[in-house]
């Protein structure tokens, strides 16, 4: 596959919604260009006027490096799995394009699972005291940080993801139960069960996260989508979506479909 795929789907209509899909092919253990396809088609559904950028994995990390990459567009969203990833530059790049420039952003499934070495893999109290999660990044990638950045703040991931995940349980259903009533999941039912899927745990969640949907797989239970503010915009997390059968079905797609549309009303916490 070559360094980079970019292409424009769906519409130019003046006035429609415009949203980046930033993913990586193939996936090792995700589906991604199948999943890339579905996306295309729930864009050209929803009427949105859609750009993706895909390649394979490494180079895309170093494209998350570019400046301003998400400029013109009115939501991200970011369908990856960055788990081993040390580049914090292109994470933190990544968080200014939110926080900073106030681009509002989609993470589905494992890009919460990404960065781990500065959120997961280290010690607690590395990053120091403020910061508003439970980070525990490795101290010698927080060395090398500060070495290069002095006292700007170290990008723990689970800190931008607002609900920081460490690991996964099996492949059976989850019960998705919605949170009271929102316009991101208005047309999701209260209930519903998913086929064989992984369920994300929570090892620690930001105060201001507000949750959309929890999720139950047997005795675990966890917050599968959420609204986080961050900076000049906002966050949305969706864990559900592992299993090609996640993205076959009409409640999953009507998910992405209306939180994109919410990001994009609310690109402002």
């Keep these: 596959m070559g360094f ?29 260009t199948a999943q890339k396809k579905i996306f295309s088609q729930i864009a050209e559904k929803a009427g949105w006027e859609l750009s993706i950028l895909t ?12 400046p301003d990459f998400g400029k013109g567009y009115d939501v991200i969203v970011y369908n ?53 999660g439970d980070a525990k990044a490795d101290p ?27 690991r996964h349980g099996p492949k059976q259903p989850i019960k998705m139960i919605k949170v009271g009533n929102h316009a991101a999941t208005k047309s999701f039912p209260k209930e519903f069960t998913t086929g064989n899927t992984e369920l994300y745990n929570n090892i620690y969640k930001l105060d201001s996260v507000i949750p959309l949907i929890e999720g139950v797989q047997g005795k675990a239970k966890a917050t599968v989508m959420w609204l986080c503010p961050q900076g000049k915009s906002q966050v949305m997390g969706l864990t559900v979506g592992h299993d090609m059968g996640d993205w076959a079905t009409d409640e999953y797609r009507g998910l992405i479909t209306d939180g994109v549309n919410y990001l994009a009303k609310h690109p402002k916490p």
């Design 4 to 32: 980079l795929i970019f292409a424009l789907f769906v519409t130019s209509l003046a006035g429609a919604t415009k949203v980046l899909y930033f993913t990586h092919e193939p996936g090792r253990w995700h589906k991604y």
């Design 55 to 66: 390649g394979e994995h490494e180079p895309q990390i170093a494209k998350l490096r570019t």
């Design 140 to 166: 010698v990638l927080v060395a090398e940080w500060k070495k290069k950045h002095g006292e700007k703040p170290f990008p723990a991931w689970g800190d931008f993801t607002g609900v920081a995940s460490g």
């Design 80 to 132: 990856f799995c960055f788990a081993k990833s040390r580049d914090t530059e292109a994470q933190a790049n990544l968080v200014a394009q939110t926080r900073e420039n106030g681009v509002p952003a989609m993470l589905i499934h494992c890009a919460m699972h990404s960065w781990w070495p500065t959120f997961r893999d280290g010690k607690t109290g590395a990053i120091g005291p403020d910061y508003k």
